[in-house]
Nanobody, 121 residues
Framework: QLQLVESGGGLVQPGGSLRLSCAAS????????IGWFRQAPGAEREGVSS????????TYVDSVKGRFTISRDNAKNTVFLEMNSLKPEDTAVYYC??????????????WGQGTQVTVSS
């Protein structure tokens, strides 16, 4: 069974940090672009960050630049999203997704179930 599983979410105070993980089973991630997306209540899902299959290219939405870092460990078949200096507006369900070879929004074919991140004092 091909699936992605996110973990690492939780409740954190403003200014705190979390590290999200996206682990794949049933397939290997090394030939996939991996993206992180988030969806807050009442809002559309937005792309947060992506990393190419080679790790040479990463992207970030402006609101997280300088605070979030995406990385991958192909030996562990896992992609990470390190989130620092968290703000209440980062509160959302975070999803990871896999796209074969290219990082294009319309190419993501595998999605995880999401992990909740809540930033609140």
């Amino acid at each position: 069974q091909l699936q992605l599983v996110e973990s690492g979410g939780g409740l954190v105070q403003p200014g705190g940090s979390l590290r999200l993980s996206c682990a794949a089973s049933g397939f290997t991630l090394d030939s996939y672009c991996i993206g992180w997306f988030r969806q807050a209540p009442g809002a559309e899902r937005e792309g947060v960050s992506s990393i190419s299959s080679s790790s040479r290219s990463t992207t970030y939405v402006d609101s997280v630049k300088g605070r979030f870092t995406i990385s991958r460990d192909n030996a562990k078949n896992t992609v990470f999203l390190e989130m620092n200096s968290l703000k209440p507006e980062d509160t959302a369900v975070y999803y990871c997704a896999a796209a074969p070879l290219v990082c294009r929004r319309d190419k993501y074919i595998y999605w995880g179930q999401g992990t909740q991140v809540t930033v609140s004092s």
